[in-house]
């Protein structure tokens, strides 16, 4: 069916780091024109790559994989240097002896589970095992000697004392590479750019003033994260304001290398090209 006949379907992401693209998003402008789908990262990606959501953040995995089909929107990610805070690995041993180890991975993530066994194999020299498991922490951690958890379960679990090493994978990642990480980008179908151009800009031009209204003051995104996961005000203070929303040239870079060690390592099939959407265009990045 053609976009054209329906209501645009929008996925979001059900973790607060995504929370500053759609705190302010002006859904009353769009009245009947769109429908919002909330679901974990891997839920979503699934979905979009069968045509069931037209636009949104997904995994920056799930691009790689399914590039010929989207593009992405500039100035919109879930993006961190140095560190993330909510892309946990918990661990018994360091990093360079976890090559005989079972590792736990969460089944809501794409983008963070290849990064971490990119870390691993590319950095360390080391290829553990790995199963899937839901992410509750002390059952993974009962039958394996690490963990993985992203996103609000990895804020929870960090509050906890337990007495295991912790790893933040963007921190590990810049460490080793210099580089930013991008765990979402923020995609578009090229089929929808080609049936409704003047909408998508409509949608990019609302994100984009979500993205700013949030971040200028973050007291309302900080009381709301408190309410409903717990905290402190400093802790989402910090939070919100460690995570970059912005998809430009640093960004680009970061993930071009994160894309590159994926296709060498053979988690992506081919080598992943940026192609940015710019209003009723496709450019590519070449830098």
């Not at 337990?162 to 980008?185: C, N, P, Y």
Request: proline fraction near 4%.
């Amino acid at each position: 069916m053609s976009s054209l006949d329906r209501a645009i379907r929008i996925g979001r992401i059900d973790f607060t780091n995504v929370w500053p693209l759609f705190y302010y998003f002006p859904m009353s402008r769009f009245e009947g024109e769109l429908e919002v789908i909330t679901q974990v990262p891997t839920q979503l990606n699934a979905a979009m790559a069968r045509g069931k959501i037209d636009i949104g953040p997904i995994s920056s995995f799930a691009y790689g994989e399914h590039f010929e089909q989207y593009m992405l929107f500039p100035d919109l990610s879930v993006s961190a240097f140095d560190q993330v805070q909510s892309i946990l690995l918990f661990h018994r041993k360091p990093l360079d002896q976890l090559g005989d180890a079972t590792i736990a991975l969460p089944t809501t993530s794409a983008t963070s589970v290849n990064l971490l066994k990119i870390i691993l194999e590319k950095f360390y020299n080391v290829r553990p095992s790995y199963h899937d498991a839901a992410p509750v922490l002390i059952d993974m951690m009962s039958s394996s000697d690490a963990a993985l958890l992203i996103g609000d379960h990895a804020i929870r679990e960090s509050w906890t004392e337990h007495g295991w090493m912790v790893t933040d994978l963007a921190h590990e990642w810049t460490k080793q590479t210099g580089q930013w990480i991008s765990f979402a980008v923020c995609a578009i179908r090229k089929q929808l750019v080609e049936e409704q151009p003047d909408r998508v800009h409509r949608i990019y031009n609302a994100f984009i003033e979500s993205k700013q209204k949030s971040l200028k003051d973050v007291g309302s995104l900080v009381h709301d994260a408190q309410q409903l996961l717990g905290g402190t005000k400093q802790y989402w203070e910090r939070y919100f304001s460690t995570l970059v929303y912005e998809f430009g040239p640093e960004q680009w870079a970061g993930l071009k290398l994160y894309y590159r060690y994926a296709w060498e390592l053979g988690f992506l099939h081919k080598e992943v090209p940026i192609q940015l959407w710019k209003d009723k265009s496709v450019t590519q990045v070449t830098e």
